[in-house]
């Protein structure tokens, strides 16, 4: 995650916690409900987007090894295709031991 990304999550988390209720301005003396689906989101609305925020890098971080992992399995069979590879028996291995 880049930095400019890390400061619009802090930035918006920090308005919906403002907006929830869960965190406050200093000399803030205002009250703010904020419903959705006419379920009021007290101290809840702050918390949902960082659940939210951590699926979605988690969900990320796993296609990232998948697609990793897969380019391994095809340079792999590249090399043995290409002939790249050394094969021995299994009695040749422990010779070598």
Do not use: H, P, W
Request: glycine share 8%.
């Amino acid at each position: 995650m880049s930095m400019t990304e890390q400061i619009i999550i802090d930035t918006v988390s920090s308005v919906f916690g403002v907006l929830d209720g869960s965190s406050t301005l200093s000399g803030g003396a205002f009250e703010v409900e904020v419903k959705i689906n006419g379920i009021y989101m007290e101290g809840e609305l702050q918390d949902c987007f960082l659940g939210y925020i951590e699926d979605n890098n988690n969900e990320l971080a796993k296609t990232k090894k998948n697609a990793e992992y897969l380019e391994k399995i095809n340079r792999a069979d590249e090399q043995i295709k290409n002939g790249q590879v050394v094969t021995r028996t299994m009695d040749e291995f422990l010779e070598m031991e």
